[in-house]
C-alpha cells in the first residue's frame, strides 16, 4: 500500500489561526483538472453550513477543489454560517481559477460559534502556497482536518488495469460524536480514476454502509458528517466500467474500511477497539441493529475497559435490540472463546478470557442467531473514565 | 406522605448470605389475604426466569406474598433457573400458608450465575420470621432488593375515600443498567385499596408508562425489570371504581413517579438528575423518543457532569433522534436560561449558566419544537469517571 496523492491532485494542511492550541486547522485539495465527485452526509435533521452547500453539489463531474477547516463546526450558525461556508469555497476557487461551485467545504469542531472569516480569509490564499503532491503535504492535509484525534488517518490502495495503475488514497477523522449512520467524522478519499458522477455516487453509497455506518464510539450522530469521493481521471481518461470498474469498487470498500476502523481505533480515551460480528440473523439490517445495540452499550463498553469477560452484558444488549430472536439459538464467542452456546452460559476460564482482553489491543465479540445467513461486522471502542474527562471538559 | 406498611400486609429483609459484602439480600412481603396483583415487565427477549414465572402469574386476584433476592438475578440460567425461580416461590408459600402460584419471585444482581439455592431454603424461612409492619421492617425490605444502589427508595402516597383511608407504599431499586422501556429495575407497589384484577393492571400499565418508562441511567434495557402492583382490600372491601378509583390512579402515578425519579438520583457515580422536558410534539411518542435520545447521549451526560451548556449537543442529540421537525421551529434552556432560540444560537453568560449547573443537583433541560402539543417529562443522570470504574469492575 503506497500512500501517495493519486496523480492530478495537490495537497497541503497548515494552521491559519482557528484553533487555540496551534495546531492544524485548515486543509486543501485541488484536482487540476474537473474531477466526478459523490458524497455521503449525516442525516441528523440538525446539519451544518457546508453539508447543506455539499449536498446541493454534489454528484457532479466539475468538482476542483475541497476546503477544509477544523476547530470551528460551522454548525447551528443560520444565514450566517451558509454565507461563511459559500466564502470559504469562493476564497479556494479563486486560489486555483475555478468558479465557487466547484469546491466543496468541510467543517469540524465546535458547534454555534461563527467561523473566524478574516482568518480564513487569510488561511486560504496561504494554504493554497504550500499545495504539493508529496508525502508530508498529504500528512499535512490529514491532519488539518483532526479536533481531539490523536493522529491523523489515512489509507491507500492502487490497482493495476490494463494499461495503467490506479491510485486511491483516503483521510480521514473523527474520534467522537461517531454513531452509525455517519458521525462527526470527516472523509476525502481522491483517486487518479475516471468515473461518471452516477458511479461515483453509486460505490460510495454503497462501501459507507459497510464501513462509516458499521462504527461507533458514542452513538452521537454528528451535524457535520461528510463522505466525499473525487475522481479526476489524470490516470485513465475514460471511465471505469465492467470489470474494471468492480476491481476498483473492492479497492474503494478496503480504504473506506481502513479509514473507518481508524477512528473507533482512535476512539476518545480509548483502550480497545472491539470488532462486533453479528452472524445467522434474517436481514443485514437485522445484523446492524443488534451489532449496534451491542456496540453502543455502556455496559458492554466498561465491561470491556474492565477486561471483564460480562457476557451477559452482551447477550442483554442484543436482547433489547429490538430485532426477534429465539434465545435459545444464541452463541457467543470472546476473543476465540465460547462463553455462551444455544442460550446458556458456558463453562469457560474467566481469569484467562480476562487475561486476553487486558493484554490486547482489539476485543473481538462474536454472536451468532438462529434466525437466518444474514450477517454484519462493526466497529466500536470501550468506554473508560478518560472519555468521561475529555467531554466533561472540551468547551469550559 | 406518611411511608407505612398499608394495612394487611407484613413485610421483611434480611442477609441470607447471596452478597459477598453481606448486605442485605432477601426480602419478603407477605398480604395476609389473596390480593390482586398486576405487573409490567421487561420488554428484554433475553429475559429472567423470576420475569418469566410472574408473568405467567399476574394479574391475578390470588397472590399472597413476594419474595425478592438481590444479588444474583437469575437469568440466563436456563431450566435450572426455572426450576430455582419456582422453588423460591414455593419456599415462600410454605411460610405463609399459601399455595405456590400465589407467590411472584423477583430477582436482581449478576446475570448468568445459579441461585445459591441452600442459603435461599435457609433464608426464607427465617426472613418469614422476621415479618412485621413497622417501618424498620419496610426499610429493611426495600433494603434486601438493592445492588449498587447507595440508598433504599420508598415513597407512599395516602388518600381519603368517604369511609377509609387508602394507604399506598412502594419500593423500589436501581442504579445502572436502566433504559426506558424498563431497567435493572425492581418495584412492588402495596396498597390496602381493594381492585380488580383488570383494574390493577391497567393502572399501573399506565403509570409506568408516565414514570418507569420515562428514566433511563444507560439506556441498557435489563433481563429482570420488574413493577409490581398488590391491591389487598384490607381498607375497602369493595373494589375501587368511578372518581374514587381516579383519585387512586392519581396516588399511584405519584408514587411511581417518586420511585422511578428516586432511579437516576441514586444513579451510579451521578452528580447530576437531569430532567428533560420535551414539547411541542406532534405525538408523545415523538416527544419521548427525542427525550430518550438527548437523556442517553453520552456527550450531553458528560457535558452535564463537566457543568458545560454544551446546547449543540443536546440539539444535535434531538436531531438525530429518528423524529421529524423544523430545525427553526426548536428552542431549548438549562436551568431556565434560553441557549437556542428560534433554531438559533442566543447570547447567554457562559459562565453564569455553567455556575448553576456546577452548584445544583438538579439540571433542567426544556426543548421545544413547533410540531404539535404532545409533551413528555424525562428523566436521567450525567455520566462520570466514577459511573466507569464502578461498571469496570463489577463482575472480575
Given at each position: 500500500?503506497?500512500?501517495?496523492?493519486?496523480r492530478?491532485?495537490?495537497?497541503?494542511?497548515?494552521?491559519?489561526?482557528?484553533?487555540?492550541?496551534?495546531?492544524?486547522?485548515?486543509?486543501?485539495?485541488v484536482?487540476?483538472?474537473?474531477?466526478?465527485?459523490?458524497?455521503?452526509?449525516?442525516?441528523?435533521?440538525?446539519?451544518?453550513?457546508?453539508?447543506?452547500?455539499?449536498?446541493?453539489?454534489?454528484p457532479?463531474?466539475?468538482?476542483r477543489?475541497?476546503?477544509?477547516?477544523?476547530?470551528?463546526?460551522?454548525?447551528?450558525?443560520?444565514?450566517?454560517?451558509?454565507?461563511?461556508?459559500?466564502?470559504?469555497?469562493?476564497?479556494?476557487?479563486?486560489?486555483?481559477?475555478?468558479?465557487?461551485?466547484?469546491?466543496?467545504?468541510?467543517?469540524?469542531g465546535?458547534?454555534?460559534?461563527f467561523?473566524?472569516?478574516?482568518k480564513?480569509?487569510?488561511g486560504?490564499?496561504?494554504?493554497?502556497?504550500?499545495?504539493?503532491?508529496?508525502?508530508?503535504?498529504?500528512?499535512?492535509?490529514?491532519?488539518g482536518?483532526?479536533?481531539?484525534?490523536?493522529?491523523?488517518?489515512?489509507?491507500?490502495?492502487?490497482?493495476?488495469?490494463?494499461?495503467?495503475?490506479?491510485?486511491?488514497?483516503?483521510?480521514?477523522?473523527?474520534?467522537?460524536?461517531?454513531?452509525?449512520?455517519?458521525?462527526?467524522?470527516?472523509?476525502?478519499?481522491?483517486?487518479?480514476?475516471?468515473?461518471?458522477?452516477?458511479?461515483?455516487?453509486?460505490?460510495?453509497?454503497?462501501?459507507?454502509?459497510?464501513s462509516?455506518?458499521?462504527?461507533?464510539?458514542?452513538?452521537?450522530?454528528?451535524?457535520?458528517?461528510?463522505?466525499?469521493?473525487?475522481?479526476?481521471?489524470?490516470?485513465?481518461?475514460?471511465?471505469?466500467?465492467?470489470a474494471?470498474?468492480?476491481?476498483?469498487?473492492?479497492?474503494?470498500?478496503?480504504?473506506?474500511?481502513?479509514?473507518?476502523?481508524?477512528?473507533?481505533?482512535?476512539?476518545?480515551?480509548?483502550?480497545?477497539?472491539?470488532?462486533v460480528?453479528?452472524e445467522?440473523?434474517?436481514?443485514?439490517?437485522?445484523?446492524?441493529?443488534?451489532?449496534?445495540?451491542?456496540?453502543?452499550?455502556?455496559?458492554?463498553?466498561?465491561?470491556?475497559?474492565?477486561?471483564?469477560?460480562?457476557?451477559?452484558?452482551?447477550?442483554?444488549?442484543?436482547?433489547?435490540?429490538?430485532?426477534?430472536?429465539?434465545?435459545?439459538?444464541?452463541?457467543?464467542?470472546?476473543?476465540?472463546?465460547?462463553?455462551?452456546?444455544?442460550?446458556?452460559?458456558?463453562?469457560?476460564?474467566?481469569?484467562?478470557?480476562?487475561?486476553?482482553?487486558?493484554?490486547?489491543?482489539?476485543?473481538?465479540?462474536?454472536?451468532?442467531?438462529?434466525?437466518?445467513?444474514?450477517?454484519?461486522r462493526?466497529?466500536?471502542?470501550?468506554?473508560?473514565?478518560?472519555?468521561?474527562?475529555?467531554?466533561?471538559?472540551?468547551?469550559?
Amino acid at each position: 500500500m503506497s500512500v501517495a496523492v493519486p496523480r492530478g491532485y495537490k495537497v497541503a494542511g497548515m494552521f491559519c489561526g482557528i484553533k487555540a492550541s496551534k495546531k492544524l486547522d485548515l486543509s486543501l485539495i485541488v484536482s487540476e483538472t474537473p474531477a466526478a465527485a459523490a458524497g455521503v452526509y449525516t442525516q441528523n435533521l440538525v446539519c451544518a453550513a457546508p453539508v447543506i452547500l455539499d449536498r446541493q453539489r454534489t454528484p457532479s463531474d466539475q468538482i476542483r477543489a475541497v476546503v477544509i477547516n477544523s476547530g470551528n463546526a460551522n454548525a447551528c450558525t443560520g444565514e450566517r454560517g451558509a454565507q461563511d461556508a459559500a466564502r470559504m469555497a469562493e476564497l479556494a476557487a479563486q486560489t486555483c481559477g475555478a468558479r465557487p461551485e466547484q469546491v466543496l467545504v468541510l467543517s469540524t469542531g465546535i458547534i454555534g460559534e461563527f467561523l473566524p472569516m478574516e482568518k480564513l480569509a487569510v488561511g486560504i490564499p496561504s494554504v493554497a502556497d504550500k499545495l504539493a503532491t508529496d508525502e508530508a503535504s498529504l500528512i499535512a492535509a490529514a491532519q488539518g482536518m483532526l479536533t481531539t484525534d490523536t493522529t491523523h488517518k489515512l489509507a491507500a490502495r492502487q490497482i493495476k488495469l490494463a494499461n495503467t495503475t490506479i491510485q486511491l488514497t483516503g483521510m480521514a477523522k473523527g474520534a467522537a460524536m461517531i454513531g452509525p449512520r455517519m458521525a462527526t467524522m470527516l472523509a476525502v478519499i481522491m483517486t487518479d480514476a475516471a468515473l461518471t458522477p452516477a458511479d461515483a455516487q453509486r460505490l460510495l453509497a454503497t462501501v459507507v454502509e459497510d464501513s462509516f455506518n458499521c462504527i461507533s464510539v458514542d452513538g452521537h450522530m454528528s451535524t457535520n458528517d461528510t463522505v466525499l469521493l473525487l475522481a479526476n481521471g489524470a490516470a485513465s481518461a475514460r471511465p471505469l466500467a465492467g470489470a474494471e470498474l468492480e476491481q476498483f469498487g473492492q479497492a474503494l470498500q478496503e480504504v473506506a474500511t481502513d479509514l473507518a476502523k481508524a477512528i473507533p481505533i482512535d476512539g476518545e480515551g480509548a483502550t480497545h477497539l472491539i470488532t462486533v460480528d453479528v452472524e445467522g440473523c434474517a436481514t443485514r439490517e437485522a445484523a446492524r441493529q443488534i451489532a449496534k445495540t451491542v456496540a453502543e452499550s455502556l455496559l458492554v463498553k466498561t465491561a470491556i475497559a474492565g477486561a471483564d469477560p460480562n457476557w451477559g452484558r452482551i447477550v442483554s444488549a442484543a436482547g433489547y435490540a429490538g430485532v426477534p430472536f429465539r434465545p435459545q439459538g444464541v452463541n457467543l464467542r470472546v476473543n476465540g472463546v465460547q462463553l455462551y452456546q444455544a442460550g446458556q452460559p458456558t463453562t469457560f476460564n474467566r481469569a484467562a478470557v480476562s487475561r486476553s482482553i487486558r493484554e490486547n489491543r482489539e476485543t473481538a465479540i462474536e454472536l451468532s442467531f438462529s434466525e437466518g445467513t444474514a450477517k454484519i461486522r462493526f466497529w466500536t471502542t470501550d468506554l473508560t473514565a478518560e472519555y468521561v474527562r475529555l467531554n466533561a471538559d472540551y468547551t469550559t
